[in-house]
């Protein structure tokens, strides 16, 4: 296909007929897919089925009765594990529930009640802000929303947030007390973040004496095409003379199991002691039968990676479908751009602007559903209503061409008319 | 042993001696015993060993997955079987994750950081009141403190917590914003609310529009001699006109395992609109399978009451040692009084006055730990220092048999003590 800004008028409306009786094809095939949430699918769940009736031994390498209570910072061979695979030390972790998200908002929830570091309890100041690097993940915003938190959007850059804003605002403005950061794979774009962007973010100065990096490292294990690395947060922030700057979550949801799995939140000596001081009087301590199954399954760091190899052997021919579907039929067009993720669960794609929100609907209606559009963005609210987040994981291979099909046939068909009300 | 306050000094002071002696024999056996905790035997655990190798099906019965992300709410099975256990509508039951404790404490959090019913949330007043039934469970107290949540002693009868001083403080001071309850066999007393306390709790005034009961029924089917019925709190509520009052829990943590179990919250359908739309910011889901296999284990509400049927054999042989031991050494002693209780994990007995602290540190120095005296009192202050709690399950019978000599003598000695002070 042509680029679309250089077809002519007449060239438009007939690309419009041809697409819009494609469209009317599909539609009477009357699929229903779901591309809208980062789920697995059941064929990678199924390479982990040996998890689900495994038997550990009831006691654990310390001698702990698992069924029992007690051990509130979780297992020692699952902090272990843990502080081997992201090169934490064991010290400084905590393993919690089957959620990772839940620790998060956890760590908000005793930021607003007690405060951290000493400072006043978030929930008596006037006014609490967040930095939200955007695109980014839905339901961390969500969390800001429903707590009331101000979300300032920070737009991404190839190698992560952009730097010189994140600075600037966070030196000047005692309101802004935290920020999202999904450093690894970044949801939706897939974006790493480079050296530099951790360093700066550990040295920069705030005018928050408690103002928290929320590192939630969802996809430190989970390459597809390349292994980046990631430089150590708790070395940078150190460096910077911020120890307590980050709160570091991880879990194995996309692991083992999404919510029968094992999460964790790491931090400083003295985060962490804060930390437990709250999370004993929240609860005696959680499933530790749970954490011994899925360290027994997992074995150890190179367990895990030998796993996440097999995961993505599972998911890329998704991603090449999607990736290869993309280029195929928007490449050059001037209708859409993306980025080739090397890892995590998403591709990001940008629409020509103002065409989301109508590319989203288009779909729907052909009976494909997408993550709505603006949900990667704070309050829903894209500013120019062009990203789109695909998630490739969850339906067959079979299913999934049908609808990329369908979502490029609405990327067109919604540029085109964009197109068409300009010229 | 005759009755101490009959005793002359001279009796006493060769009383003394004697049991110092004995005392000094026991400290020479360097034992190491903890009855502090109301924690499950091993031998229990036993019971259930078969659930931990146990091997769902991954779907439930509605085709979930329960290897996947989703139904925040739970297993319609497990929310299926725990209404008919409990006679709670399935509409009206969350289930959560392991830990009813942390319910608890997300739904103060909630209460605290969103309000409920429409109310200010309580982290913006200036003072929020707890009534706190005691002796009662050291746990509720320590998230009360922690949230900085004012806790008001209210003392225990024989058929639940004093409800003339209930309803005169709830219906005049609209700081008051919960309540504390364990309905069925207390912690620690093991006292069944009567009939006509729960319909006093559900119908009286309060002056908080905003007043919620805690109904944490961590013993709702853990008998032990006798089957004590507990008023329905739902049905008393509504009939009182306050049909949002209730918050109420219960978990399998000492049915299956402590810690690896299930735990769920009921409340009305409003509240439960408010915990959802909350609960489903904070996480994605519960894990499903888990609730799964511990579903299927359990098969359905007789199957629970036959578990318990055999936990409680496991069990009875302890509280007869405990009960027959106090009888025979502290009975008509004029040294303490106690309650047989039904059901439940402990056995609470009250020393002369301000004898408890002595008592706990006498066991404590010939090697046996008990709770800590004021423990089961707000701020870990009995104000008569009196009450202690004796959790007789994680021992063995033989550990049990010595800890409780000792304990019998530790009382014995404190109040020998106490009486020549006075004489």
Known sequence: MKNIME?????????RQSLQTEYRRYQDRNMK???????????QLDLNNALIGAMPTAKASDGTDTRNYGLLEGLPEARALFSELLNIPVERIVIGGNSSLNLMYDSIVRCMLFGTGGQTPWCKLDKVKFLCPSPGYDRHFAICEDMGIEMI???????????????????????????????????????CYSDETVDRLGAMKTAAPDFRIFWDNAYGVHHLYAEHKLKDIFGACEAGGNP??????????????????????????????EIRKRMTIQTIGHDKVNQLRTIQYLGNAEGVRALMRNLAAEMRPKFDLVLNMLERELGNTGLATWIKPDGGYFVSLDTMPHCARETVRLAQDAGVKFTGAGATFPYKKDPEDKNLRIAPTYPTLE??????????LAVKLAGVEKRLSEI
Request: charge should be negative; charged fraction near 15%.
């Open 33 to 43: 897919l779901d591309l809208s949430r980062g789920k697995p699918a059941s064929s």
């Open 153 to 191: 959007t920070v737009p991404m850059t190839p190698t992560g947030p952009d730097m010189d804003m994140v600075e600037e605002l966070a030196a000047n403005d005692p309101a802004i007390k935290g920020m999202w950061c999904v450093p690894l794979y970044s949801n939706p774009q897939g974006i």
């Open 244 to 273: 307590d700057r980050p709160f570091y979550f991880f879990s194995t949801s996309k692991i083992t199991f999404p919510g029968a799995g094992v999460a964790l939140i790491a931090s400083s000596p003295a985060n962490i002691l």
């Open 399 to 408: 299913e999934l061409q049908p609808a990329m099909e369908i979502f490029c």
């Open 7 to 15: 077809m002519s008028r007449e060239e438009l409306l007939a690309l």
